[in-house]
C-alpha cells in the first residue's frame, strides 16, 4: 500500500498562487508517476498534471500550461504543484495519485490522497 497526502490548498484572489505538496509514504516498482488530478463542484474529475519520478518527463492539461509547474523531490518522496495566475474556473478539490506511468487519465493511477480544496475567489 501506498498512502499519498496532500496539503496547500486554500483560499486565494485570482491572479495568485498557490503551491500543493503531495507526500507518498513510500515508492514502489509500480508507482513511477505521479499525477495531480481536480474536481469541481458538479463536474467530473479531469486531469492537471503528471511527472515520473526518474525525471523522465512532465505532461499538463492544455489549460493549466505556463501557469502550473509540477516538480518532484525524490528525497523526500514529495511532489510539488505551482501555480499560478490562479482564476475562479481553477477552484476545486485537488488530488493526487500514483501509478506505473506518466499519464492523463485516472484509470492509470492505483493510489490516491484525500484530496485538499483550492478556491479561488474573484
Known amino acids: 500500500q501506498v498512502q499519498l497526502v496532500e496539503s496547500g490548498g486554500g483560499l486565494v484572489q485570482a491572479g495568485g498562487s498557490l503551491r500543493l505538496s503531495c507526500a507518498a509514504s513510500r515508492r514502489t516498482s509500480s508507482t513511477l508517476a505521479v499525477g495531480w488530478f481536480r474536481q469541481a463542484p458538479g463536474k467530473e474529475r479531469e486531469f492537471v498534471a503528471a511527472i515520473g519520478w526518474s525525471g523522465g518527463g512532465t505532461y499538463y492539461a492544455d489549460d493549466v500550461k505556463g501557469r502550473f509547474t509540477i516538480s518532484g523531490d525524490n528525497a523526500k518522496n514529495t511532489v510539488y504543484l505551482q501555480m499560478n495566475s490562479l482564476n475562479p474556473e481553477d477552484t476545486a478539490v485537488y488530488y493526487c495519485?500514483?501509478?506505473?506511468?506518466?499519464?492523463?487519465?485516472?484509470?492509470?493511477?492505483?493510489?490516491w490522497g484525500q484530496g485538499t480544496q483550492v478556491t479561488v475567489s474573484s
Open positions: 495519485a500514483t501509478g506505473p506511468v506518466v499519464a492523463g487519465t485516472g484509470d492509470w493511477y492505483d493510489y
